[in-house]
């Protein structure tokens, strides 16, 4: 673990959660005894700070040494370093600016310095011989390291072995690399150990264990290394003198004694030294990577520090790198899914009922890892997933149609909602999107409580006991690392925030869509308006010509029969009654077209024998069948539909009409059939002139007329127009195959086709 608060005594009576976080732990007025410390004033040049060790590192007493120039006290090597102390960057923490022995000792010492508060801090520490054979090997092993992580795919591998590697780099009999959460607790996500110790792999530990302060300090310096869990402190004696403000802020310092709870935890663990490197990512810590060693004190030298300081500054990088790369693939495959779904919504003329398919579920269901998902766009919710119950889980939509506008977001919803107690198992977490407010459309990913059973190590509530220690009451950490577990209630794993990003994003385009489809059917409607209203009006005024000339044939053909009855032979009666009947059926068929544009609904549907129809349709024709010598065809029974008769005569009638008029084959035939499918295909196929591939489509545009060389056109041009309208009030489709000079067969169907979707 980190080290934990530190510094003062704190007593039992100001003892709470939060005493920690608020200890001033870079004012520890002690170092540890392994190297010295002085501190220079950068006006004067004097010494207003000395360890009480110093005579063993420089020659000289405490009492010698503190208000002395530093010149006379290092002798004349300081005149040779204040250059390196000009040229280095003292402001981010200890500089080695030299390798030097003191008043003609042997023993060579490593000078360090750095700037902090006005003051010059210089530490030192022993020195390992000339040549010593631990290092040097050092670059090369620390290369290689570093392009097997490199080599590494997914940040839980790259951890996995930077903690071996580590291991075997410093000797120490643990290393952990562990990561903080959004509230300061932490979870240990690899681990390398002796065989014989206690794992600690997948541990939660409290945000006490490692507490704002210390982590503040970690973020500060790339190496943090307590040799011997079990020093004694050395005080830093401070001169007498106005230029001494206050205790030497020792936040960058190397050799800051560190805190009594912290030993105390260490030692509580069986630890006797660490070396922790913090993991940092844009600027901010992320996590860290805490080497333990039980069997013994180990002090680590210079060398290998400033090799794990490299070594720290190039794991931030490569982890932050792969944890980038890990988004980026997440962020691709959300967006892949998010323009597919923009995609098929934009087809869809019903966004609401679109987003409720089960391809929209699944589309939703890989853009955000969620427990369950709910979608809401009218009637019944549509779930996928672990979704709560369907009484609660409207109320938890209706709650959420009043307060994502146009997100809501939480991990910790029961806390906002008491309600929400009784769906914290499913919904602790919510990610909603109501893209428009005058739209009831909510999308809302959940997510269940975080971890029922979370393993700490120790009680998070209870983070130091109080104790009776050299006849003073102090803070003391836990004694105990024995597992302990706490049901987290109400807490679901926090939102990224890409998947914030993704569902506002999705909220937006689907907004957009609804606005554009809102918009159009808008300017649609006006257009249908205006358009009615006209063709109403020459709807009106034509059926009224149309049935004006057929009630003047209908009485002139009546008057013919009552005064001429008795000259007439059987034929011409049998024309007066065709007449007659024709008239009448297109008078029903004026009627019904004239109900059909005004938007009646009062239309009769009935079952329509299909032979009897085509039976009325070629009697008009029987007399030029007769004398062009025409043979109809009819190789089956058509049987019978749903549907009008008078608007299904019609469509036979102007077909065979058609297929009479545009034929000049000596032999002359038309065919009139059906072709069983789901519905059947009726056709009406001739041997005639054919159709070119260019006017194909253009025939059933109203006015549009065929010519050809030797045919003299027949008709206005709205026959096929009529066709295909009559066609699609029953719900079908009208089409046509030919090939020009070889006939033509015209299909068509009377119900919506279950193949191609028509609806």
């Known amino acids: 673990m980190g080290e934990a608060d530190s510094g003062g005594i704190v007593t039992a009576r100001n003892v709470d959660l939060s005493s920690c976080d608020r200890e001033l732990v870079q004012y520890p007025e002690a170092i540890q005894p392994h190297g010295a410390m002085l501190t220079v004033d950068e006006q004067s040049d004097r010494v207003l700070h000395a360890s009480a060790n110093c005579a063993a590192f420089i020659g000289k007493p405490p009492e010698a040494v503190i208000g002395a120039p530093i010149a006379s006290v290092l002798g004349p090597g300081w005149h040779e370093l204040i250059g390196s102390l000009h040229r280095m960057p003292l402001d981010s923490g200890p500089v080695n600016i030299a390798r030097e022995s003191f008043l003609g000792s042997d023993q060579g010492w490593h000078l360090f310095a750095h700037r902090c508060g006005g003051l010059i801090i210089l530490e030192f520490e022993k020195a390992e011989p000339e040549g010593a054979g631990t290092t040097s090997n050092l670059y090369s092993e620390v290369r290689a390291d570093l392009a097997a992580l490199q080599a590494t795919e997914g940040v839980q591998t790259f951890f996995d072995l930077a903690v071996e590697r580590i291991r075997a780099f410093t000797g120490y009999d643990r290393v952990m690399a562990y990561r903080f959460a959004e509230d300061g607790s932490g979870q240990v996500i690899a681990e390398a150990r002796r065989d014989d110790l206690e794992p600690y792999l997948g541990l939660h530990y409290p945000a006490t264990d490692i507490p704002a302060p210390a982590r503040r300090l970690f973020a500060l310096s790339w190496v943090r290394h307590l040799p011997d869990v079990g020093y004694t402190p050395v005080p830093l004696l401070a001169a007498n003198s106005p230029l001494v403000a206050g205790p030497v802020d020792m936040s960058f310092a190397s050799l800051r004694s560190v805190s009594v709870m912290y030993t105390e935890y260490l030692k509580n663990m069986g630890v006797q030294s660490t070396l922790v490197m913090p993991l940092v990512k844009e600027g901010r810590l992320w996590g860290l990577i805490s080497a333990m060693h039980h069997a013994a004190p180990r002090h680590i030298s210079h060398q290998m520090r400033m090799a794990a300081e490299f070594l720290a500054h190039t794991l931030s990088l490569l982890m932050a790198a792969k944890e980038d790369a890990e988004q980026f693939e997440r962020i691709s495959a959300r967006k892949a899914a998010a323009d597919e779904l923009t995609r098929l919504l934009t087809n869809e003329a019903d966004v609401g009922a679109a987003l409720r398919t089960s391809g929209s579920l699944d589309l939703l269901n890989a853009m955000i890892d969620a427990g369950g998902i709910v979608v809401l766009s009218g009637g019944e919710p549509a779930t996928r997933g672990d979704t709560p119950a369907r009484g609660p889980l409207l109320e938890l939509t209706n709650w959420l149609l009043d307060h994502a506008t146009p997100v809501f977001v939480t991990?910790?919803?029961?806390?906002?909602?008491?309600?929400?107690?009784?769906?914290?198992?499913?919904?602790?977490?919510?990610?909603?999107?109501?893209?428009?407010?005058?739209?009831?459309?909510?999308i809302a990913w959940l997510r269940p409580e975080q971890i029922e059973d979370v393993q700490w190590a120790g009680d998070p509530r209870k983070p130091v006991e109080i104790s009776e220690a050299d006849g003073m009451q102090r803070l003391r950490p836990r004694n105990s690392f024995a597992l302990w577990k706490e049901s987290v209630q109400g807490r679901a794993v926090p939102w990224r925030d890409d998947e914030k990003d993704a569902a506002t994003q999705l909220g937006a385009a689907i907004a957009e869509i609804v606005a554009a489809r809102k918009g159009r059917i808008e300017r649609i409607n006006r257009a249908l308006e205006a358009s009615h209203s006209e063709l109403s009006r020459y709807t009106d005024v034509t059926s009224a010509e149309l049935k004006e000339h057929l009630r003047g044939i209908h009485h002139l053909t009546t008057s013919l029969r009552r005064r001429q009855g008795e000259v007439l032979d059987e034929e011409g009666r049998q024309q007066v009654a065709t007449i007659l009947k024709l008239t009448q059926r297109m008078d029903a068929l004026v009627d019904a077209l004239l109900d059909r544009s005004r938007g009646d609904s009062d239309t009769t549907i009935e079952t329509v024998d299909l032979d009897a129809v085509v039976d009325d349709a070629l009697a008009p024709f029987a007399r030029r069948i007769a004398e062009d010598r025409i043979k109809v065809r009819r190789p089956i029974r058509l049987g019978t539909v749903q549907g009008r008769r008078e608007w299904i005569g019609e469509v036979f009638t102007n077909l065979i009409g058609n297929a009479i008029r545009y034929n000049d084959k000596p032999e002359r035939w038309i065919e009139i059939g059906v072709e069983t499918g789901t519905p059947p295909r009726y056709y009406v196929r001739d041997n005639g002139v054919g159709i070119a591939d260019t006017d194909q489509q253009l025939i059933f545009q109203m006015?549009?007329?065929?010519?050809?060389?030797?045919?003299?056109?027949?008709?206005?041009?709205?026959?096929?127009?009529?066709?295909?309208?009559?066609?699609?009030?029953?719900?079908?489709?009208?089409?046509?195959?030919?090939?020009?000079?070889?006939?033509?067969?015209?299909y068509f169907t009377l119900a919506p086709d279950a193949e191609r979707g028509d609806a």
């Open 411 to 442: 991990d910790r919803w029961p806390g906002l909602d008491p309600a929400a107690q009784a769906v914290a198992k499913q919904a602790s977490g919510v990610l909603a999107v109501r893209p428009r407010p005058d739209q009831p459309i909510l």
């Open 703 to 746: 006015f549009h007329r065929i010519d050809r060389p030797g045919l003299k056109p027949e008709g206005a041009g709205t026959g096929l127009a009529m066709t295909r309208r009559i066609v699609a009030h029953h719900g079908g489709r009208i089409w046509v195959q030919s090939r020009l000079g070889e006939g033509s067969t015209f």
